[in-house]
């Protein structure tokens, strides 16, 4: 008899394991407990939802920077400066969420447009989700993240006055 073919005749040497399904497989084998899928918490949707929204936000600012740029406004320099510099904090922040979520082991899998909305499968250690954005929702979150951010520069730009004047 093959030396392949032991104990329950499968191709034990020809079998390819994911790194999750070994350690599973030897957690079993230890007689430890296997540990379930944990819902993600409210922070964590909120991370995952911020995500989401984020990278649109920037789509939209970088948009604005090349309409700008190619527009004939007097002071279109500054307002795109200005844009770049916003663009610059929102990808910092995308950066920021990205960590968390991998801090945290949730993966954003993929996404699916629909008419009025926009659906995401997540997964959260090891529980599967899906959040569903309505694109009513989007417009009002983007609209207002962008606001938040161009008031986050105009209070540096009027801290920076102020620091000149005195």
């Not at 020809?14 to 070994?22: A, T, V, Y």
């Not at 250690?125 to 929702?137: H, N, Q």
Request: proline share 3%; hydrophobic share 35%; with cysteine.
């Amino acid at each position: 008899m093959s030396k392949k073919l032991t104990g329950n005749g499968l191709w034990e040497s020809s079998r390819m394991l994911l790194p999750q399904h070994k350690e599973q497989a030897l957690m079993m084998e230890r007689g430890m407990p296997r540990q379930s899928a944990i819902p993600p918490s409210a922070e964590e949707i909120e991370m995952i939802r911020e995500s989401v929204v984020l990278p649109m936000v920037l789509e939209i600012v970088l948009k604005k920077v090349k309409e700008v740029e190619g527009s004939n406004q007097t002071l279109k320099h500054l307002y795109s400066a200005a844009t770049k510099v916003v663009a610059k904090h929102i990808r910092q922040d995308i950066q920021h969420c990205r960590k968390s979520l991998l801090d945290h082991q949730i993966r954003i899998q993929d996404c699916v447009k629909e008419h009025s909305e926009v659906v995401y499968n997540y997964s959260c250690r090891g529980a599967e989700g899906r959040m569903t954005i309505t694109k009513d929702y989007l417009r009002e979150d983007i609209g207002f993240k962008i606001g938040k951010y161009t008031r986050s520069l105009v209070a540096i730009i009027h801290q920076e006055g102020k620091q000149q004047i005195n």
